[in-house]
């Protein structure tokens, strides 16, 4: 017996990859919708060798449905979960709507498993942000071994992190840049994206950083441990797909990089590519499609006392978002739900 489940948001970037990744991973559904707004009525999405009608979002009832994957902004989200929930169908949110909530679960599968069972006070469960994701993935298993104090990321995030608007702005900066007539002014991002970087993603806060970079301090303090401390620099990079990096971690007790490495080997949703030779690391264009954190660079940090320096490299519209979203899925139903 399998489960009847809803993916909201189902013509974007990431509720496509929910869908491709729910068949992907033979998810146990007996009946599965794709909903979006109205203006996306009737467009088709694949589902394995299926291909599926958008229904309205709107119309929708929830009523009898276990589950429901919402990958739409947070205003949308704040108008229909609460329905999809009260109606009994479990919300697993993409949004940042929820993740600070302290009645609702904020959840990767492989760092905080047990928080599942705190769903039932709202009947909802948070994804994270694509940057913590990836990050407490790697943090995790280092930090049961020897406590972490602090950590510092900067982080080289793809525009697909910005959705298909910012996919698109890439692509026609670039076509415009050789193609006379072609250029492009920005309008999803602040500056140039193509063949630039941009110090900027989200909105900036009163202490000069980002809300990105903010999520990133709340998310890994509620997900891993709060005690830990976090600085991050967030920066938009001319990528498609693929979140990068570069972190440094300050331990309370010493950790030698090679048994950093071999836990880290060790550790669930993690693959480490780590040569001290050319090529031997992993970049944004190797992860993508791939359901694997990647870890490379590990080495002593020598100008504090127990450090670390690491290069962490995901696929976000994966383990950023939609894979992470149906592990949720899959542990809710294997440690609550119990149906499929």
């Not at 909201?8 to 909903?35: C, H, K, S, W, Y």
């Not at 996919?167 to 415009?176: C, F, N, R, S, Y």
């Not at 140039?192 to 709340?218: C, L, R, Y």
Request: net charge negative.
């Amino acid at each position: 017996m399998g489960y009847k489940v809803v993916v909201v948001g189902a013509t974007g970037n990431v509720g496509r990859e929910m869908l491709n990744i729910l068949a992907e991973r033979q998810f146990p559904v007996d009946e599965i919708a794709a909903l979006a707004s109205r203006r996306s009525l009737g467009t088709e999405v694949s589902f394995g060798d299926k291909t599926l009608k958008t229904q309205d979002l709107d119309q929708f009832d929830f009523t009898g449905w276990d589950m429901a994957l919402f990958a739409v902004g947070s205003e949308a989200t704040k108008q229909y979960a609460p329905k999809a929930a009260a109606a009994g169908c479990t919300v697993i949110d993409n949004s940042s709507l929820y993740r600070y909530d302290p009645d609702i679960p904020l959840i990767v599968p492989e760092v905080n498993p047990q928080a599942i069972h705190g769903y039932a006070k709202k009947n909802i469960i948070a994804n994270p942000n694509c940057s913590t994701a990836q990050m407490v993935v790697a943090l995790k298993p280092l930090h049961d071994r020897a406590r972490i104090k602090r950590v510092v990321v900067s982080t080289y995030q793809s525009v697909s992190g910005a959705g298909k608007e910012g996919m698109d702005e890439l692509w026609d900066q670039t076509k415009g840049m050789y193609v006379p007539g072609q250029e492009k002014a920005p309008s999803k991002f602040t500056k140039q994206i193509a063949f630039n970087v941009i110090p900027h993603i989200d909105v900036f806060m009163d202490d000069g950083s980002t809300k990105e970079e903010w999520k990133m301090v709340a998310e890994t303090k509620k997900i891993v441990d709060p005690a830990i401390k976090v600085t991050a620099t967030c920066v938009r990079v001319p990528v498609f797909v693929g979140h990068s990096e570069a972190i440094n971690i300050e331990f309370e007790d010493f950790l030698d990089e090679d048994e950093a490495r071999e836990i880290l080997r060790e550790a669930p949703g993690i693959l480490v590519v780590d040569k001290r030779e050319d090529g031997g690391y992993v970049t944004p264009v190797e992860c993508v499609g791939d359901y694997a954190t990647f870890i490379s660079r590990i080495r002593q940090d020598s100008t504090v006392e127990n450090g670390l320096n690491l290069w962490c490299v995901s696929d976000n519209l994966r383990k950023g978002a939609a894979l992470n979203a149906v592990q949720i899925a899959e542990l809710l139903g294997r440690e609550v739900l119990k149906k499929g």
